[in-house]
């Protein structure tokens, strides 16, 4: 029998029973995966503009800054243009509006591919051209208006920041309204009255940048002008 095979079973039985954890635990980013190796686009911008559940898609009209590092000639700072396109220096024209900086480091990256070995560019957005995240309140809230996203803020929290409800807000049925793209929607229903009622703030939605939330009025508050005023004091004096 050879006991240098029997030596190492038990280390080998538990290298085994660690694999499912250790690709579990990549997959949920407790543990880092290693970087792929073909990736040479480098992205940086301003810590600040990192806000939870959003990626910064570029727009029309931001000015981003490109830099070669071994080839600084190439360096150039571009803006975007009304229709999404930026003309690169001896090469061709791309598209930029709608890509996240990753994705147009990776277009830019392969538009020299041609004319340069091995391409690296590092892209730098403009922070004084980023508008600042925000949301919208709107419908029967105490004060309507667009707010600063400044960090994590969920469906009660705004609500709250926007002065809570009137008095004819109908609490079950708020619609939150996510931007997809530009001048696209999806629209969404919170029931907050039930998240209220249940004390489950762990089901209260996050909110994204370029959210608005909408609180129709109730069945009570469209009725309401028509309704008698009961409490109108009458002077018994006077009859």
């Known amino acids: 029998m050879n006991f240098r095979r029997l030596e190492f079973a038990p280390h080998i039985c538990l290298l085994l029973a660690l694999c499912p954890s250790f690709a579990k635990a990549q997959q949920s980013g407790l543990m880092p995966v290693a970087a792929d190796a073909s990736a040479a686009a480098t992205v940086t911008t301003d810590p600040t503009l990192v806000v939870r559940g959003g990626v910064y898609h570029i727009r029309k009209g931001d000015s981003i800054d490109l830099v070669f590092d071994l080839c600084p000639e190439f360096n150039q700072t ?6 999404g396109l930026i003309s690169l220096k001896a090469a061709d024209t791309i598209q930029a509006a ?8 990776t277009s830019i990256n392969a538009a020299y591919r041609s004319i340069l070995n091995n391409p690296h560019v590092a892209i730098s957005l403009k922070a004084t051209d980023i508008e600042r995240p925000f949301f919208i309140a709107t419908g029967q809230v105490v004060k309507p208006g667009k707010y600063d996203l400044q960090s994590e803020t969920t469906v009660l929290q705004a609500l709250t920041i926007a002065g809570g409800f009137t008095d004819v807000a109908k609490t079950s049925n708020v619609i939150l309204y996510r931007r997809l793209a530009e001048a696209q929607y999806q629209p969404t229903v919170v029931n907050v009255k039930k998240l209220l009622a249940a004390r489950e703030m762990t089901s209260d939605v996050y909110m994204h940048p370029g959210d608005m ?10 009725l309401k002008p028509f309704i008698p005023n009961t409490n109108v004091f009458l002077d018994p004096l006077s009859y």
């Open 98 to 105: 709608g890509s996240t900086l990753s994705e147009l480091a």
């Open 78 to 83: 571009l803006a975007v243009s009304p229709d």
């Open 213 to 222: 939330l909408y609180v129709p009025k109730s069945q009570y508050g469209k």
